[in-house]
């Protein structure tokens, strides 16, 4: 069982390119989420799915979008990037949304803006 | 408003006991978590609680105190593989998680 994924690892990336940031995970989780990290920050919600087919808004949407068609794939896309969204970006799903269930946390992806 | 702290670094001893505190703010409160991070790595689960109390899991134990807004993780005996930043964020009344920026622990021989 791999729990979630990331990919890419890590990406370097010209100010202005589209780019997307895939996010899968295998354990029939309900809700994902998508966290940046940024040194000195707490990690800050972007974007979430409760369920397959809906979407909502975090902290920081703004030049991010999202999708949720089917339970296990949660990409992120940025349209259009920009320098001040170079950060770690974290994928997270837990069971249910509404609940305190644990969120589980993918393994990161490094993304630098130039 | 909402907000939560946390020191940002301490420094302990091999073999010692740390306790890293975390206070924070809301009107609307539904339990208080804990992860470990690692560098480079992702948040790993340690604890969650949401009655006041302390909370008992192998070396790693949780306080909450609800009235003061008020956490702490204790750790003991510890190893240098618990060198790693340690995040607390407490879930508000959408059940979002609001974090604090960390606490990196320095481990020492």
Excluded at chain 1, 13 to 39: F, I, K, P
Aim: hydrophobic residues 35%; neutral net charge; aromatic residues 12%.
């Amino acid at each position: 069982i791999a729990g979630i994924t990331q990919a890419p690892t890590s990406q370097i990336l010209a100010a202005g390119r589209r780019m997307t940031l895939r996010c899968t995970q295998d354990m029939r989780h309900n809700a994902m989420y998508w966290y940046r990290q940024d040194l000195g920050l707490g990690l800050r919600l972007i974007h979430y799915s409760n369920t397959a087919g809906t979407t909502g808004k975090g902290e920081v949407p703004d030049g991010y979008s999202v999708s949720r068609a089917n339970t296990d794939d949660f990409p992120l896309t940025l349209a259009s990037a920009v320098p001040s969204q170079t950060s770690v970006y974290f994928c997270a799903s837990s069971l249910n949304s509404g609940s305190t269930d644990t969120q589980y946390f993918g393994p990161g992806t490094r993304l630098t803006v130039l | 408003g909402q907000n939560i702290d946390q020191p940002t670094e301490m420094t302990a001893t091999e073999g010692a006991i740390v306790q890293i505190n975390c206070t924070y703010q809301t009107s609307g409160f539904n339990g208080l978590f804990w992860y470990q991070q690692h560098a480079g790595e992702a948040p790993t689960f340690l604890s969650y609680n949401v009655l006041d109390g302390l909370e008992e899991k192998g070396r790693f134990s949780s306080f909450l105190s609800r009235s003061k807004g008020y956490s702490y993780l204790l750790l003991k005996e510890l190893q240098m593989k618990d060198s790693a930043s340690y995040l607390c964020a407490f879930m508000d009344s959408n059940y979002q998680l609001i974090w604090g920026a960390g606490t990196k622990l320095i481990i020492k021989p």
